[in-house]
């Protein structure tokens, strides 16, 4: 209940306890994807609030992606697409799993070879240094959301030969014997899907697609893995939170070629 929530977080503004209680109320199905929210009378009127401290709440809720409507148009639940924490960032089981979905994974590709001058450059290698590469198509509730294109150290690489990549995440495998994944540092944009992304994705050709690019290191600083994952936009999404006491550190960063 809205009450409650206020009682609750006494010391948040009004349009915060109101845009929670509307977040919580889409999330249980109070309304669905489609449905009409109440007019901002009603929401003014349940809530004991000014027009100002609902409009606040729906515009933040706007900027969530969770309604849509706007100039004029009534309020409406949009269609939901699963985001991802940067808290669960590391790890695509992970995410799933936080998101009450099955992950699901199909190995393409495992192979050792030299790395090229991308791969060489963002793990800081010579060109041409045996990398382990692994290339996967991964699956919620069996359908399928991301390609990764994923290539590590040989160091790192070499353990991954012992291991049934269809059997779940890589991470936290790794990570089982010792490996110290303990920094990432993400890249997000967008990217046409080549041939390998269209007939793995079940997309056309040049159907845009959102990237992460990953670089992982260990708590010493070492380059241990990059990432090109690529994902249905329509499937998931990228969220990030901070507050004024904790902000998180976001650059923009000049494209590189794909």
Same mark, same amino acid.
């Given at each position: ?7 609750? $977080? ?12 509307? @977040? ?23 809530? $004991? ?31 939901? /697409?699963?985001? %991802? ?15 009450? &979905?099955?992950?699901?994974?199909? +190995? @393409?590709? &495992?192979? %050792? ?19 382990? %590469? ?23 690489? @070499? ?6 990549? =269809? ?35 079940? /997309? ?17 600083? %070492? ?10 936009? =329509?499937?998931? $999404?990228? +969220?990030?939170? $901070? ?16």
């Amino acid at each position: 209940m809205y009450d409650q929530e206020v009682m609750e $977080n006494k010391k948040q503004p009004k349009y915060q306890a109101l845009t929670t209680w509307l @977040r919580q109320e889409i999330a249980v199905g109070t309304w669905h994807e489609g449905d009409v929210l109440p007019s901002e009378a009603e929401l003014c009127a349940r809530a $004991n609030a000014s027009r100002g401290t609902v409009r606040h709440a729906l515009a933040q809720l706007r900027s969530e992606g969770l309604i849509a409507g706007g100039q004029g148009k009534p309020p409406i639940v949009a269609q939901q /697409v699963q985001s %991802q924490s940067f808290t669960t960032f590391m790890s695509f089981t992970d995410w799933a799993r936080s998101i009450g &979905l099955e992950a699901g994974q199909e +190995t @393409r590709e &495992l192979a %050792q070879r030299p790395a090229d001058a991308l791969v060489a450059e963002q793990l800081e290698l010579e060109e041409g240094a045996k990398v382990v %590469q692994i290339l996967r198509l991964r699956l919620l509730d069996g359908s399928p959301a991301m390609l990764e294109r994923t290539s590590f150290t040989q160091e790192v690489g @070499r353990l991954l030969f012992e291991f049934d990549a =269809d059997d779940g995440s890589i991470f936290e495998y790794l990570r089982e014997q010792g490996v110290d994944l303990y920094r990432g540092k993400h890249t997000i944009d967008a990217v046409a899907a080549d041939e390998l992304d269209a007939q793995l994705l079940g /997309v056309r050709l040049g159907a845009p697609l959102l990237r992460e690019r990953r670089v992982t290191s260990s708590k010493s600083g %070492q380059k241990l893995e990059y990432s090109d994952d690529r994902y249905l936009p =329509d499937l998931a $999404n990228f +969220t990030i939170e $901070n507050t004024s006491e904790h902000r998180a550190s976001l650059s923009r960063v000049r494209s590189i070629a794909v």
